[in-house]
């Protein structure tokens, strides 16, 4: 299994929008209605954001969302704000195997 | 509210065992809702996905799924007594340093919905 292509980099000035892509295969981002995004902030342990391609947890404000179409899905942070910065890995379910794949990960600069 | 702990050795000699133990507060390893998981991170690179383990009842050992990179060196186990869950990565190198992470996944969406707070694991001699 590959690691999903995220690009290394993305930046924009607050109240922009960004939107950072995740690239898989048909046997997982695009089989599967299963992937996820979480943010991590340096030192800290990744957060859940998004699940389920666009569903958010509770807590999670709705400038954050997530969309899919075919192999690739996508998250847009709207309103950007000084605490968004910071690192965002994709994943997906990837099969009968049980196994989840990430995303190489994102670093989110608010300039 | 859930909490998962991460505890075990910081320093692991080359060749050894690797082993890791999560504590899980404030809700049951036996809820079958979930699978119990284990990530790693290296120092400055991405998520690794390592495996995880299901709970299917007291007379059974709990079904285990690794990642393909691992399975030739990992053991997933519960101890529901303690309401833990521990990983085991056998024959460890300087490769294996790194932040690890214990999860819950979510069966339904397979959602990774609470973490540890992470535990650094340093491979050397």
């Known amino acids: 299994q590959s690691a999903l292509t995220q690009p290394p980099s993305a930046s924009g000035s607050p109240g922009q929008s960004v939107t950072i892509s995740c690239t898989g295969t048909?046997?997982?981002?695009?089989?599967?209605?299963?992937v996820s995004w979480y943010q991590q902030h340096p030192g800290k342990a990744p957060k859940l954001i998004i699940y389920?391609?666009?569903k958010r947890p509770s807590g999670v404000p709705d400038r954050f969302s997530g969309s899919k179409s075919g192999n690739a899905a996508s998250l847009t942070v709207s309103g950007l704000q000084a605490e968004d910065e910071g690192a965002y890995y994709c994943s997906s379910y990837a099969g009968s195997s049980g196994g989840v794949i990430f995303g190489g990960g994102t670093k989110l600069t608010v300039l | 509210q859930l909490q998962l702990q991460e505890s075990g050795p910081g320093l692991v000699k080359p060749s050894e065992t690797l082993s890791l133990t999560c504590t899980v507060s404030g809700g049951s390893i036996r809820d079958k809702g979930y699978y119990w998981a284990w990530i790693r991170q290296p120092p400055g690179k991405g998520l690794e996905w390592i495996g995880s383990i299901y709970y299917k009842g007291d007379s059974y050992n709990g079904d285990t799924y690794y990642d393909p990179s691992y399975r030739s060196r990992v053991t997933m186990s519960l101890d529901t007594s303690k309401n833990q869950f521990s990983l085991r990565l056998t024959s460890v190198a300087a490769a294996d340093t790194a932040v690890y992470y214990c999860?819950?996944?979510?069966?339904?969406?397979?959602?990774?919905?609470?973490w540890g707070q992470g535990t650094l694991v340093t491979v050397s001699s």
């Open positions: 389920a391609v666009n």
């Open positions: 048909s046997s997982d981002v695009g089989a599967y209605n299963y």
């Open positions: 999860a819950r996944r979510v069966i339904a969406a397979t959602e990774l919905d609470y």
